[in-house]
């Protein structure tokens, strides 16, 4: 288990550039390891409202050679004297062990907030003589004569989830408690090099420069977008495609830290890797700042299937007419519609969905009487089409359209929405705004008395914006519909009381 | 004679915790006779997740637990999917299982060799393995300690599996309601199971032994430490797109009977309160009702973890339990029982994730544009590797209005309930043997045969008032 600090230098010097550890502290390292009459350093690691995540992580510990595991480093390389997730020893044995390591020089090793609550007692550590003794108080007492204090993850730096609103034992940093700076190791969990490469700096003599935060500044120094190998790849909008993650909910823009170099678990992979969003977890703040996570207004995002009935005043195909419909399908294999046929020549023929009313484009009829459409990645994708020209109208069933289960359609899903629902009281005007696919157009409602309030076609960059002044009564929420796509949202500043009273005075009025 | 022993810090667990034994001396005897189990941590997460949009869920509830995050984040998405019932599409319930297998594989090796066997092994001469409680150690198990590096080696490797679809462990936002987030590719499925052979290997010719030599040197360890003798489990790993089918079926046992019974209905699972420091009105509400109105101090309360029980009793959940009620382990209900039964689980997972890693389509979305709604009840139900884990959501207008967590260490290491019967935990430490009450590893077996995870119990509070009796001494 135990290995020689030759062995350590060699791995420290091997994998300098990948731990990121400078030459200047390997060159110390080497100094402070020469003189073997030096002391092990001994570490005082503390548990407070913490989840144990940091330590679960410390022990996932990145290595190509040299020590294998963290215990590797931490038993050959530092005295890890109390440690209550991994030590033999309990109850007073292991208050002895604490008591032993205090008495000289030590570093102070804390993850989890501190709580404040009920003078600390949500978080109590050990029994000395009958009397509990608090994390706070643990802090406390050890932190003045520690060599150094490390917060260990963002619970220990910052506060963390514990801390977050309303915050009910009142968590506090390790440094607000200490009273002291603190080598802030942030992270939910930590990410075992961090860890690794600031224990080796205190073993160097070091104390690495930190930022206005107390983290090590050359960890994290960079928003992790600046340099993430999916940036200006395209935007996902929904979960599961692989490129930049921003509208989703990405915080890489706002989030330092060196994941997207350094990766996780021995470089297997990292959140973003995994299409899953960057949580912004090594930043003061977390959650808060970052909640909710992801840019998904939830439950206002009713999917209801367009219906794809044909139109009950649908004119039937007379044989009179020039107009006809000679081929209507779907192929899948380019997403691609075609649809063609025969008209009057240099006429101009529109081709819509015939039940969901969407133009999909325009052709003229050519100098044989022939005219053809087609279109890539039509939204929705109908199962009938309708063509107009001169007056008439012809309908069809599309060969080989996918069966009308909804998912055909899923682009509407991804491009309706309500942006924004606002009432201004300076303007006395009702504003929604919103995006769309260009040409549909959007219903506008009273969710609440479901009654239309106007209609609105998205324009050409895809968005749509209704307004309205001096409306009879203002909603307190919106219903907007486009093709049989309804969202709703809560209308910002709706004066609550007075829609109540306006809705009462509709009833008395339809009553009388 | 009677002492009253304090073991505060209870290490080698997760989490805080403190355990008081009585022990009463009868002529040459000693044996515990009343134990009490306290969690000394409480974060209130119930509280912190009220009025947040429902998917900030999945990853506020991962940090209940850092060894068993996976679980929390997968029991969120299925009380979100719940609300809608709402089943995900068939690559994303395949990769729930394997990186959940991941972690579960992980916390197992991690448990047994990093937690559980230095109380019948003496670890490296080295702190923090150095000093120890020098009381009934036994030889001949010098391969379990030179294995410790292999096996941190392993879970460290275990949870670089967990990551190839999961994006990173311990904590994976891979996990969200409708599916999951990462598509598996040729190399990815490739990497999981040149990991997953590895550790396949190690279980069979490693750990599996390791435990079952432990067994053979301590076969006392078979008849300490039954505990209350029910057992539970919700079941998980889903097998199929049915839902109805999963690697270790939900069931329960009543007084330590092969004959299961099916379909754990939470509706009679309720939870007690007079040894808890809540208000009595709430006591033995269900989880959906639960309402958490803290009372501080409360005449003989003596933790901050409700009592949880099903049918009015105390349940034993965990690793024995699902193997158990799916008649795959049935020797025996003691502390080497759990530690056997807890091996054997590990090995039949990592053997059923070698047939999912075939069944995942590459070509093929593992998400579905999820129907939420904006107000609902939902309930997940499904394991952690200590045991049965529930999660309960209320939404409303689109945000959390209640969300209620009970999780397995809350069934394992519970107080006393209404009708003054112990927890599961305290009842496997009543009438137990002990040779130093300065020293009672026999209390250390027996609690970490539960493997407890204390960050979980949630409702958990430490008493500001003196103990009864200070340990050791004479009366």
Known sequence: MQLDRRQFLKYCIGSAAALGLPLTVVGKLEKAFADDSVQLPKVIWLNGANCTGCTVSLANRFSDQGPKDVADLLTGYINLAFHPNLMAAAGDLAVQCLKEAASGGYILAVDGGIPTAFNGHTCTLWTDGGKDITAKEAVQLLAPNAAAILSIGTCASFGGIPGADPNPTGIASVSEIAGKTTINIPGCPTHPDWVVWTVANLLAGEIPELDDRGRPRLLFNEEIHKKCPRKGTGEAHVFGEETCLKELGCKGPRTKADCHIRKWNDATNWCIGANAVCLGCTEDGFPDKFSPFYNIEYGYQTYEKPVEEPPEDDPPNSDNTTLRITKAEWRAENSELKVEGEGQVASIVTVSGAGSGVMLGAVSVGSDGRWRFSQKDPVPIPSRVKVESSGESVVENVANAPADDGTATDGISKTFSIKKAEWSVEKLELKVEGEGRFGAMVDVLDASTETLLGKIAVDAYGKWKFRQKNPLSVPVRIRAGSNGIWREKNVLNAPQAISSLNRLFEKIVSAA | ?475
């Open chain 2, 1 to 475: 004679m009677q002492t009253i022993t304090i073991i505060d810090p209870v290490t080698r667990i997760e989490g805080h915790m403190k355990v008081e034994i009585t022990v009463y001396t009868d002529g040459g005897q000693k044996k515990i006779v009343d134990a009490r189990c306290t969690g000394t941590l409480f974060r209130g997460f119930e509280t912190l997740l009220n009025g947040r949009s429902p998917l900030d869920a999945p990853v506020i509830t991962q940090r209940i637990c850092g060894v068993c995050p996976i679980s929390h984040g997968q029991t969120a998405v299925l009380a979100l999917e719940n609300v809608s019932e709402w089943l995900p599409p068939a690559n994303a319930r395949l990769l729930r299982n394997l990186t959940l297998g991941a972690n579960f594989v992980q916390s197992h090796i991690l448990h047994f060799y990093l937690l559980a066997a230095l109380d019948y092994v003496a670890g490296p001469a080295v702190s923090p393995w150095k000093p120890a409680w020098q009381v009934d150690m036994r030889d001949g198990l010098g391969n379990v300690a030179a294995n410790l590096p292999a096996a941190l080696e392993a879970r460290r490797h275990a949870h670089e599996m967990g990551a190839v679809f999961g994006g990173k462990m311990p904590a994976s936002h891979a996990f969200i309601p409708g599916g999951f987030t990462s598509n598996p590719t040729r190399e990815s499925i490739d990497k999981f199971r040149s990991y997953l052979s590895e550790l396949t290997e190690f279980i069979n010719d490693v750990y599996l032994p390791d435990v079952q030599a432990v067994g053979k040197v301590y076969p006392d360890y078979l008849e300490i430490g039954t505990g209350c003798r029910n057992l539970m489990a919700y079941g998980v790993f889903e097998m199929d797109d049915t839902y109805n089918e999963r690697l270790l079926n939900g069931g329960y046992i009543e007084n330590g009977s092969v004959e299961v019974k099916h379909a754990v209905d939470s509706q009679n699972i309720r939870e007690a309160v007079k040894y808890s420091w809540y208000s009595d009105s709430n006591s033995n509400l269900s989880p959906m009702d639960g309402a958490t109105q803290p009372i501080f101090p409360k005449q003989d309360a003596y933790s901050w973890l409700k009592a949880p029980r099903f049918l009015d009793k105390p349940f034993e959940v965990g690793p024995l339990a699902r193997m158990w009620v799916n008649g795959e382990y049935n020797r025996g209900i003691s502390v080497m029982d759990r530690h056997l039964a807890r091996a054997n689980e590990t090995l039949k997972i990592a053997e059923a994730m070698d047939a999912w890693l075939d069944q995942l389509q590459v070509d093929q979305t593992a998400y579905d544009d999820y129907f939420d709604q904006h107000s609902g009840l939902g309930a997940g139900m499904s394991e952690a590797p200590r045991g049965a884990l529930g999660h309960w959501i209320q939404i409303t207008d689109g945000k959390i209005e209640h969300y209620q967590v009970i999780t397995p260490t809350c069934w394992n290491a519970s107080p006393k309930d209404d009708q003054d019967v112990p927890g599961p935990m305290e009842q496997a430490l009543i009438g137990t043997p002990v040779e130093d009450p300065d020293q009672p590893i026999e209390a250390l077996r027996i609690i970490h045969s539960y493997d407890p995870c204390l960050s979980c119990a949630v409702h958990i509070i430490q008493p500001d008032q003196k103990p009864v009796v200070v340990h050791a001494g004479s009366q």
